[in-house]
Structure formats: structure tokens, C-alpha cells
């Protein structure tokens, strides 16, 4: 995985101004958050140092326009345009530069969270992961109902129609009724059935959860055209039913 396919996984960047004795303080409380990056205000060569020892941790810089130069040891550039001579200076030094609005949660502002309260560290961790959910976006999308055959899956469809006018429609391989229930037309994952849980990034849904320690079928995955991830299925069930995450 490149750093730049990484970092678009993780779909949001924290950003700061710290101190070199806060750093290493910062870093662990970021990955523990699930979030192992930050881009720097300050990329100064003495914090830059602070994080030499990290190898699984990305850090850049966070830039404005008028920025000419970088300090050694950034991995990315992260802000809202870059100027021409950092662009030039970015392709000659193979540092990509990254554009907030193009990821998943944009920037995650430390800031503030960082001073006046001596449980700072919580206080972070608890927002970080705030923000993270947000990104992400969970809800419900769908019910999916295993049936043995065509014609008990087209007899189910009609009676959720029936009772509560969701309109029944053929999608190959499923009754759709409405767009919460899908009923399979030959038995498929879960013991009783499936559950869609929809996100706003698959990808990073994925990456978080397999941080948390959640496992993948990985032979269930279908992707879009661009080769990003649509759908896979959590490799356990859940009260009987397979479990997939769907990007919206």
C-alpha cells in the first residue's frame, strides 16, 4: 500500500503546531485512536526528529500557499491549494501533495484539544474518534432474508409489498422490496440472512475496523470500477446473520 492509498484509508488527518516534547505524547495517543498520522504546522528539523523512530507513523506538513521549502523528512503536504513553487519542489523531491477536501474527513484540527487541560490526552482521543465515526457514517442500508428458491423470494417480496407498500423489484439475484429488504433467491451468507450497514468510505471503514481487530472474508469484496472497494463481508456472524459494510 502506498502512503498516499494509506492515508486516503485513513481518511482523516490531524493537524497541529507541537512542541518537540509533546510529540512522541501525540503520536501514541493518535495511534491508539486508530489514526497513526499528523500533518505539522511547524515541521521544524527538531520535531521532525521527535518522530524518526516511528516507521508505521506518516507525518507531513501542513501548508498554506506561500510555503517554499520543506524540512527533511515529510512524507506528504497537506492544505487547501499549493503554490507553484512548492508544487515543483514537491515533484522534484517525490512528496505528494494532498488536497483536505479530497479526503474522506478532511483535517482534524488538534489545536486546541492539546493545552489548558491535564486530560488532554483523553480529550483527544475521545474527539478523534468522534470524528472518525462521523466520517465514516454507519447506518443501517438493508435486510437481506436467505430463501431457498425464485419463487419463495418472489412470494416474500410480495408480502412486504402487500403490507407495507414497498415496492417489489427484480435485481437478478434478489427480490428488492423497497430498498431495506433484499430477499436472496437461493440461500447466501448468514445462517438466517444478511445485514447491509452502509458508510460514506468503504475503504476506510475497513481500515478502522480491521484495526479494531474486526476480520474480513476478503473473497466476498467487489469493487467499483475505480477500483476502490464497494463491498465486503465481516467474517463472523452477528446473531446469525453475515454482516457487510457497503459504500453509500
Known sequence: MSLVQELFKIGLVP?????????????????????????LKNPSEEVMAAFKNRPNFLVGAYVSAEVKNLVAGVQFVLGNEFSSELQALA?????????????????????????????????????????????????LRHVGINCQDEAQSSGVADTFERIFGLPKEDRGGAYFAGEIIEVMKKPFYGTHGHIAIATNSAESAAYHLEKAGVKFNWNSAGYNPDGRLRVVYLQDEIGGFAVHILQK
Request: proline share 4%.
Open 15 to 39: 493537524t497541529a503546531a507541537l512542541q518537540t516534547q509533546q510529540a512522541v505524547t501525540v503520536a501514541d495517543v493518535l495511534e491508539q485512536a486508530g489514526v497513526p498520522c499528523v500533518a
Open 91 to 139: 515533484q522534484k523531491t517525490n512528496i505528494p501533495l494532498i488536497h483536505q477536501k479530497d479526503l474522506p474527513g478532511g483535517v482534524f484540527a488538534l489545536d486546541e484539544l492539546l493545552t489548558g487541560k491535564s486530560d488532554w490526552q483523553k480529550n483527544v482521543s475521545l474527539h478523534l474518534k468522534k470524528a472518525v465515526q462521523d466520517m465514516l457514517g454507519f447506518h
